[in-house]
């Protein structure tokens, strides 16, 4: 299966039903994250025996069932009579969800009121949006991280030298700067944030240092390196402009990078993990384990570099199964220094989830930071003010 849940499912060798509230889990291995996983939203529940009727009618445990489904284009969801959720959760009537790519498009319908509630707030127009009495700007620190993954299968990228190069030909904290406005962290080429529990702040940051880049590239055999980089903002607003900031500052160490403007409409059936080098991003995810084995597990569909490290995947299969907390966090510090170091994945900086809702919508205390849009639980969590 090409699912992203295919890693977390192959380990259950067996399903049973204890009773009518009760499911019992047979695992191949053992698994200290494994209740987290089960939220994983690739994985569903259908009816028993209606899985393709309930694929086509969108019947699931929702709040909202769907009354039309035109993808990459619109939903809309009505409200379930009779939900178990009832009084606790699920405050509108009806749902629509519209895509709009254009990140301008988008904002502007924000601010005229044609939407209530927009994802990616584009910073160019962040000053507009704050400036608007009629909108609300949410922002919260996570685990989403942009990054520029490279085939570590192809060349040159299969030369460990010359993926050193490109990590030291970057300016990282101009990137933050520029592209993030702020908004955000740098990071340091692992994928582990700051809403993760084992997050390693000791490992040594990697910056600009052309010197280094340069002695990478000495290493490599090489006297200058030529690459292509591919981009698009469908990767993640500012994309091409952080791809061109990169090509800049490599270029100080030798290193011509060629930015490659792809189309948005496609990019992700036809760049990633097609192309030897892109843009991307992840939105990360709630516990290290479900991040590494997501996307960096050998073999995986999602491993969008094809790294394969011996050590690292022994780590991880000795890590996922380890109850004690202190082994574990050294196990996962380790993980994180290999993939700073060696692995295929530059990660230039941890982005804030940065949303916004017309003033409207009235929400709790607190904002989920695993996804967009309050954890993907803006529909079920939030009312009308």
Known sequence: AKSA???IVAAITTMKKMNDHQIQFTLAAGNADFPFLLSDYHILMYP??????????????????????????????TRVDSHY??????????????????????????MTGQVDAVNRVDFKTEPLLR?????????????????FPMLTNQAPFDDVNVR???????????MVDKILQGHGMVGNDHPIGPANQYLATDIPQIEF?????????????????????????????????????????????????NVVQEPADGYWSNVWLKKGWCACYWSGRATEDWMFSTAYESGVPWNDTHWDNARFQELLLTARAELDSNK?????????????????????????????????????PDIGNIWQMDSSRLTERWWFA
Request: glycine share 8%; with cysteine; charged share 20%.
């Open 5 to 7: 849940a295919q890693p």
């Open 48 to 77: 028993a025996g209606m899985i393709d009727e309930a694929i086509a009618k969108g019947i699931g445990t929702g709040l909202y069932k769907v009354v039309s489904f035109d993808p990459g284009v619109r939903c809309v969801l």
């Open 85 to 110: 959720k009832d009084g606790r959760a699920g405050w509108f009537d009806e749902i629509e969800c519209i895509a709009i790519n254009d990140s301008s498009a988008r904002m502007n319908a924000l």
């Open 131 to 147: 400036a608007n009495p009629n909108v609300e700007i949410f922002e919260v620190t996570g685990n989403m991280h942009y990054t």
């Open 164 to 174: 050193k190069a490109l990590k030291y030909g970057l300016n990282r904290q101009e």
């Open 209 to 257: 240092d052309a010197d280094k880049a340069k002695f990478h590239m000495k290493a490599a055999g090489l006297t200058e390196l030529n690459v292509d980089l591919s981009a698009s903002d469908a990767a993640f607003n500012g994309a091409v402009d952080a791809s061109q900031l990169y090509q800049a500052s490599a270029k100080n160490a030798g290193i011509n990078i």
């Open 328 to 364: 574990r966090r050294a196990q996962y510090a380790e993980m994180q220094m290999l993939l700073s170091e060696e692995g295929g994945t530059i990660i230039p900086m941890f982005a804030n989830t940065v949303d916004a809702a017309s003033t409207k919508l009235a929400h709790g």
